[in-house]
């Protein structure tokens, strides 16, 4: 089990930058595959992006490829969400996930069994 904490959140406004960081504690951060996930109000969470245990791998949604960077340090145990050129939509609380393995995709909030709280983005028009 790790435990995961959430920072960096704010007001922005759009065409901005924010740079999420999760911190990770516990065993073997390493050894999970790490996930960001966005819920805006009355919607359900949805993938954000993606990176895997030895970093080389990422993947994005759609959404915001192009515009969001994840990126870890496992000597630091922590994983980053550099998002730029924000945009209104963005706006959401966003969670930090891990994943010890991937039985399916990636996207789906079940392959992740640790989560933390939260980190509230907004941004303005």
């Known amino acids: 089990q790790v435990q995961l904490v959430e920072s960096g959140g704010g007001l922005v406004q759009a065409g901005g930058s924010l740079k999420l960081s999760c911190a990770a504690s516990?065993?073997?951060?390493?050894?999970?595959?790490m996930g960001w996930f966005r819920q805006a109000p009355g919607k359900e969470r949805e993938f954000v992006a993606a990176?895997?245990?030895?970093?080389?791998?990422?993947y994005y949604a759609v959404a915001v490829k192009g515009r969001f960077t994840i990126s870890r340090d496992n000597a630091k145990n922590t994983v980053n969400l550099q998002m730029n050129s924000l945009k209104p939509e963005d706006t959401a609380i966003y969670y930090c996930?891990?994943?010890?393995?991937?039985?399916?995709?990636?996207?789906?909030?079940?392959?992740?069994?640790?989560w933390g709280q939260g980190t509230q983005v907004t941004v303005s028009s």
């Open positions: 996930a891990a994943a010890q393995v991937y039985t399916g995709s990636y996207v789906y909030t079940r392959q992740y069994t640790d």
């Open positions: 990176i895997r245990r030895d970093g080389d791998t990422t």
């Open positions: 516990g065993r073997s951060f390493g050894s999970y595959h």
